[in-house]
């Protein structure tokens, strides 16, 4: 699954997408750094079955750390938008092509509003921000849209499904939206409803560690889920961890100091603890984890080769953590590993109650599961 960041210029996106990937990406403090997109993984918090076994895993992607699992998705960083982007303003929107895949929208918003809606230094209004972001993003759906109705020759649902189909919109997506309201005119209020039902948004309210936490309430009676985020604050975390420092695992509300430090270092920890004592974490994995599984409704399936041991041919144990729709099938699933084993399904058996499972049971949240095929 892919998650896309957004906002207008200079509101910390690409420190957020440094802070969830530690990926090097270009920061500094004036509008459009990012002037090409940053695709990167960053990581979704499981908790790992291996505990039931008393064993320890062996992930073949991502990482296991004390029974928590960090399974990897992609996740893209787009250009800033400024008012007008979708008549060329600023570097217009055709970066929003980058996001269209998107399962869920994470808004990074400048809770400091020290920046004005271009992204320069002055005052701000993030409630605004995100207000216009969204509408340059409903103008850019609105023209794919009105060019697929224009030329229909299907029904609309058709004629949308195939309009839209590039963006990982679905037909479920575009039936409940005409329920709501027909696409006429410049299609942006349908656009809007289509979005709010295609890809759900998270608001990132980054640089809290530098508000007065006054825009907060502010953002959250919007409707939409709102986290405080300081994502130079995460940074610094992860990487005194990589050099052995401290010991921190992403998203906790603490750290341990492991290693003698000098008083400059010690005082911006201690910053730093104060901020996590307050908000429960710097609020980057908070974001990820709310936009994978909670606006996204994805759930982690642990599919193995032996049912009795969770190992796979070569002896590893819970190797693999897929996320797959809630609702999911496990034939469903069998297609997600391999096509072949999709194909060649025969059943399925629950690793933890060793039952057959047929191929229209819905795979249950941490399931482990063997897929049986016909040779």
């Not at 998650?3 to 004036?30: C, Q, W």
């Not at 949308?160 to 942006?188: F, N």
Request: hydrophobic residues 35%.
């Amino acid at each position: 699954m892919q998650l896309g960041l957004i906002g207008k210029p200079n509101v910390g996106k690409s420190t957020f997408f440094k802070a969830a990937t530690l990926r090097d990406v270009e920061i500094a403090n004036y509008p459009f750094t990012t002037i090409k997109p940053n695709l990167g993984v960053t990581h979704v918090r499981v908790k790992c079955p291996h505990s039931e076994l008393k064993i320890n895993c062996n992930p073949r992607r991502g990482t296991c750390i004390d029974g928590t699992r960090f399974v990897p998705i992609d996740i893209y960083d787009v250009a800033g938008l400024v008012p007008g982007a979708h008549l060329g303003k600023g570097l217009g929107n055709k970066f929003l092509d980058d996001a269209r895949r998107s399962k869920v929208l994470i808004m990074v918003v400048d809770a400091t509003a020290k920046t004005d809606k271009e992204g320069n230094e002055g005052e701000g209004n993030p409630v605004e921000d995100v207000k216009f972001v969204l509408e340059e993003f409903d103008y850019w759906s609105a023209n794919i849209i009105k060019k697929s109705i224009n030329t229909k020759t299907k029904s609309t649902a058709e004629a949308l499904e195939d309009g839209l189909s590039g963006l990982g919109i679905k037909r479920s997506h575009i039936e409940s939206a005409l329920k709501i309201k027909y696409p006429t005119g410049e299609c942006l209020e349908f656009a809007s409803i289509l979005r709010k039902i295609s890809k759900p948004l998270i608001i990132a309210a980054n640089k809290s560690d530098s508000s007065d936490g006054t825009w907060l309430n502010k953002l959250k009676e919007m409707g939409y889920p709102v986290v405080p985020t300081s994502s130079v604050y995460e940074i610094t975390l992860r990487k005194a961890s990589e050099v052995g420092l401290i010991k921190y695992i992403p998203g906790a509300s603490d750290f341990e100091i492991i290693k003698e430090i000098n008083e400059k270092q010690k005082n911006a920890l201690e910053r730093i603890r104060i901020f996590l004592k307050k908000f429960g974490s710097t609020g980057v994995q908070e974001v990820l984890d709310y936009a994978a599984f909670t606006l996204s409704k994805m759930i982690p399936a642990f599919p193995v080769e032996d049912e009795n041991k969770w190992m796979d041919g070569k002896g590893n144990i819970l190797p693999d953590c897929i996320l797959v729709e809630k609702g999911t099938t496990t034939k469903q699933l069998a297609y997600q590993i391999h096509t072949d084993i999709g194909n060649k399904f025969v059943k399925a058996i629950d690793g933890r109650t060793k039952k057959g499972l047929g191929a229209n049971h819905e795979v249950e949240e941490c399931a482990v599961i063997k897929i049986s095929t016909r040779r």
